[in-house]
């Protein structure tokens, strides 16, 4: 057998190895990042998903006079004349006198 080419063929598989070694590299930086990724998008997951939570328990909790002040608020009559329908013309004295007794 040719001992040069017995040299020149190890030659040629260090080189490819060392190419491998780089690849191997780059592939676990790859994984580290998707990794750390997967993390960030975890905790931002249980982040919005504990802030939906307590919106819906402020909800759910909020008082009933918070909650009829809001429906006024948004537009509609909590008063007994009235009470669901659209405010159509402004305050209603209604509402408001109802407001202030609860
Ligand atoms: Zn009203």
Known sequence: MDKQSLFVQVANLEERIGELYVELGTLK????????????????????????????????????????????????????????SLRTEGECLFCLSFIQKS
Request: glycine share 6%.
């Open 29 to 84: 930086q790859k994984i580290q990042d998707l990794i750390e990724e997967n993390q960030r998008l975890q905790r931002e997951n249980e982040r919005f998903q504990a802030e939906s939570l307590d919106e819906a328990k402020t909800l759910e909790t909020g008082s009933a006079q918070d909650n009829l002040l809001r429906i006024y608020r948004e537009g509609f009559h909590i008063c007994n004349v009235k009470y669901g």
